[in-house]
């Protein structure tokens, strides 16, 4: 089973299940994992630990993972409603409402969707887009603050959407990386509802004996 989440101080998001195969770049050095998650939604990550030498697993595995994302763009969820969605969008919106699949039938069907209410993940769909863009839209539960690389860096644990394990419909948050020369404008706050274009990157979650130890 693969789950996600960002930093060692970062809970395990919900879990992701194959299929599983690597698109690579032509030095061989880095790649991007395409998985599903449990409820099987297809997502693709920038895989950080691509050369790690116990990152050998092959298509059909199942593994944790640990995910997280930087921000691209960054605006508030406007009030009201919005839409309708682009049609073609409707399944994938509905899925990640309803923790299934976009080909499932829970995904095909339902209430009109209130575009300012929806918390999603979506595939980028720019003309430039790479397979681990995401366009994402959801509630931020917490703020914290953190500097890298010389950096102000808000870290903003945000719900994207939902995956159904076991029958109980659960939300999955992602933690999201925003620098402050993104934003226009106060910086988010737990409550706000913020949508923009992210960058999804993740890791097989190795665990070592001397870490089971402590």
Known sequence: MLSR????SSRS???LIPPWWPWSWDQGCEAIVHATTVSGYPLAYFDTA?????NDWAPGDQAEVELAAFVITLAPVPAGVLGPF???SVP???ACQTGTAPGDAAAQDGEPLDGGKANFLLPSTGARANPDEFVFQGPVLS???TEAWGQLLYRLEVTVMAV????VLEPFTLPLYVGKHRLKGAPPKAGDRIRGLLWLQGRRAFRSPECDRH
């Not at 691509?50 to 116990?54: F, G, I, Q």
């Open 5 to 8: 989440s960002p930093s060692p």
């Open 13 to 15: 998001g919900p879990g």
């Open 50 to 54: 691509y050369l790690h030498p116990r």
């Open 86 to 88: 682009d049609p073609r």
């Open 92 to 94: 994938a919106v509905r």
């Open 143 to 145: 703020v914290d603050v």
């Open 164 to 167: 159904m394990r076991a029958g």
